[in-house]
Each structure stands twice: as structure tokens, then as C-alpha cells.
């Protein structure tokens, strides 16, 4: 029986290897391991991908929030207004500014910000608004920004898992005043270490981000005008991401195409939610996400059979005991809380074999199939 693992990296390596070894040999000859050249050229390809005026490459998708909220001004007494249904970095880089989250709700279907809701949790202390693409779907962006720009507050896109999504034609990145990206390895584009972007259409905003996230540096190197950090994209990662940019197009596509097959594949299974995209948005497809109270049997029925899947989150952030500050508690955002019982996350990359995806949908419904049977 063929093992199928959540992702295969060294499949997606060994379709560009020449251009990778190419790459890194280039920085290696340089001995320019920090701010070389392809850092600057990386952050220029980069936003321009996405549409957007600048870019400034930071260590990683934490410091891209934590670093970015440093540079709105948020800290003691602010309030940031986001969800709970993501990974604890989110709030983690509130708590590390020493703002307050203030969590809203998701929407039950695509399991992003319920802009219903949003409203009424931002208030006078509300320094900024700060949506989730989940799983490479995009937030309700414009609905969102009208209700944030009418309140006065900004609103900062967690675009981790969501480079290349859209919504209304237009990318992830450029839909809110900034946005974040991540470049953990299993990300959609994915260094072969840690990395992360910050992206505006704001120039002097970027600026900001980048004198934060370099000791708070001037002019000259020893200048040292704001109390900064040391959050820096290295070379041999923004050298790696510039070989895997010209590839993400081709590889949305083939993921685009297995996220079909599984919902041809899945429909009418019982008792088991697909995901769906919202009129005029367009997934990145990081992750297909299926829904069923039976989470836990599914789960452990797959892995019988050597098809690994993942819980992307077991706990919402609100119920972690990190944001205890927060002062959260069960019973709160009745919608993440059920979607961290009831999620379960597929394999998914463009390498897939098309086999995979039919046998893992085959194994899904006879479990599902077999348990009504049973009842």
C-alpha cells in the first residue's frame, strides 16, 4: 500500500533541482549571505506579483505581523480586531506588541472573518483590523475595508497560506493598507528554511517595516533611530523563493485542478462539508479543508490505510492558554470552536497524482458510507 503524505517537497524540488543548485551555488560564489542582491530583487518580483508598490522581506511570517504591527504603532492600551480561527502567530504578535486581540467570529462557509460581526467589535481602542486568508481563501476584503475605512481603522491581511489568491481580480497583498506573507517550507511558495514578506501599496509605510526590522537603522549603517529588531529574509532563501515565483502561477493551477477532482470525487459523501469559494474570490488552494462530525474516525481511517491528513487547528487561539490576556473563553465563537473539532485537512500539492486524490476520496466515502450504514 502506497503511503500519500500531506506534502511532497522533494517532488516539488526535483521538478526545478538544476534551477535550485543554480541558485544557491550563485549565492555561495557571492559570500553576500545577508541583504545580497537577490534579496532586492525578490522583494521587487514579489510585489510586483502581487500588484503591489513595495515589499520588504522579513525572518519569518510572525515577525512580518510582529514587525508590521510595530510599525502602525500598536502597543499597550490598543485593541487589534481579528480571528481566532488561524494559527496562534496571529495573536501571538498582538500579545508580543502589547495590544489586546479582540476576536470575531468566522463565516461558516468559507471560515474567514464573519463581516457581520465585525462591526460591532471594533471601538475607540482599536488600532487596526487584521482578516485571515484561511486556507488560501480570501477574507471578504470589501466588505471588510468599507467597515474598517468607515471607523477609521486600517485593515492588515494575514496572507499566510494565501499567496496568489484573489477576490474581485485582485491579489492577495494589495486588498487591505498592507499584508503579511509566510514562506515556511509547506506554504504554497515555500523557502527551504524560514522567511516572510511584508507588502503595501503604501512606500513610506514599507520603509517603516524595513527600519524596524533592521535595528531600527538610519542612514548609515551604525545610525540607529528607532528601537528595532533583527528580522532579516537571507539571501539564499529570497534566492531560492525568485526560482520558485516563476513557478507558482503553474503550480496554483495544478493544485486548483486537485482541489476539483477531490470535490467531484467527494460530492454527496454524507455528512461531509467541501469547501467552497465565495462569489468572486479565487482560492490559492493551500489546503483542502472537509467538514464532518466525525473528524477523529475519519482521520484515523485514512491514516490506516497510509494517507496522511492534518488538523489545521485543533484549538482555536482563543482558547489557548497564551491568550489567556485576551480573556476568552468556550462558548464565545461557537463557529471556530466546532470548526476545530470537525475540520480535517487532505493532501494537497501540485505533485499529487490524480490516482492519489480518487483513491483518498474512495477511502473518505466507504468510511462515511459504512458509518450510516451502521447508525
Known amino acids: 500500500m502506497t503511503s500519500v503524505p500531506m506534502v511532497d517537497l522533494k517532488a516539488q524540488h526535483e521538478r526545478i533541482r538544476g534551477d535550485l543548485e543554480t541558485a544557491i551555488a ?62 496562534i502567530g496571529t495573536g501571538e504578535a498582538i500579545l508580543l506588541n502589547g495590544a489586546r486581540p479582540v476576536f470575531v467570529d468566522v463565516d461558516p462557509v ?27 481563501h480570501p477574507a471578504d476584503m470589501r466588505a471588510i475595508v468599507e467597515i474598517a475605512s468607515r471607523r477609521g481603522v486600517p485593515v492588515l491581511e494575514d496572507a499566510a497560506q494565501a499567496v496568489g489568491a484573489e477576490d474581485g481580480g485582485r491579489r492577495a497583498g494589495t486588498l487591505g493598507h498592507s499584508a503579511t506573507f509566510s514562506f515556511y517550507p509547506a506554504k504554497n511558495l515555500g523557502a527551504v528554511g524560514d522567511g516572510g514578506m511584508v507588502v503595501s501599496n503604501d512606500t513610506a509605510f514599507v520603509a517603516r517595516v ?21 528580522s532579516r529574509l537571507d539571501t539564499m532563501q529570497a534566492a531560492v523563493l525568485r526560482v520558485k515565483l516563476r513557478h507558482l502561477d503553474a503550480w496554483t493551477r495544478e493544485r486548483r485542478e486537485r482541489a476539483t477532482a477531490y470535490s467531484k470525487a467527494l460530492d454527496g459523501v454524507p455528512s461531509v462539508v467541501l469547501p467552497r469559494e465565495r462569489a468572486g474570490a479565487r482560492s490559492a488552494w493551500h489546503l483542502y479543508t472537509i467538514r464532518t462530525p466525525d473528524r477523529d474516525g475519519v482521520q484515523a ?23 489567556a490576556a485576551a480573556g476568552g473563553k468556550p462558548g464565545d465563537l461557537p463557529v471556530s470552536e466546532s470548526l ?36
Open 110 to 136: 468559507t471560515y474567514t472573518m464573519d463581516t457581520g460581526r465585525l462591526e460591532k467589535a471594533i471601538t475607540p481602542r482599536t488600532k487596526l483590523v487584521v482578516p485571515v486568508h484561511l486556507y488560501g
Open 210 to 230: 524595513r527600519q524596524i526590522a533592521n535595528h531600527g537603522g538610519g542612514a548609515h549603517k551604525y545610525d540607529n533611530v528607532v528601537v528595532g529588531t533583527n
Open 301 to 323: 481511517h485514512l491514516k490506516s490505510r497510509g494517507i496522511s491528513t492534518a488538523v489545521h487547528y485543533p484549538r482555536p487561539i482563543h482558547l489557548q492558554p497564551a491568550m
Open 26 to 87: 550563485r549565492v555561495l560564489d557571492s559570500g553576500a549571505f545577508i541583504n545580497g542582491e537577490d534579496c532586492a530583487l525578490f522583494e521587487k518580483e514579489f510585489a510586483a506579483y502581487c500588484g503591489a508598490e513595495a515589499a520588504c522581506g522579513v525572518a519569518n511570517g510572525t515577525d512580518a505581523l510582529t514587525v508590521c504591527l510595530r510599525a502602525y504603532g500598536v502597543g499597550p492600551g490598543d485593541e487589534v480586531v481579528t480571528v481566532a480561527n488561524t494559527f
Open 340 to 375: 476545530c473539532r470537525e475540520v480535517l485537512c487532505l493532501p494537497l500539492y501540485p505533485e499529487l497524482p490524480f490516482d492519489a486524490v480518487a483513491r483518498i476520496a474512495a477511502e473518505v466515502r466507504s468510511f462515511r458510507e459504512a458509518a450510516v450504514a451502521r447508525a
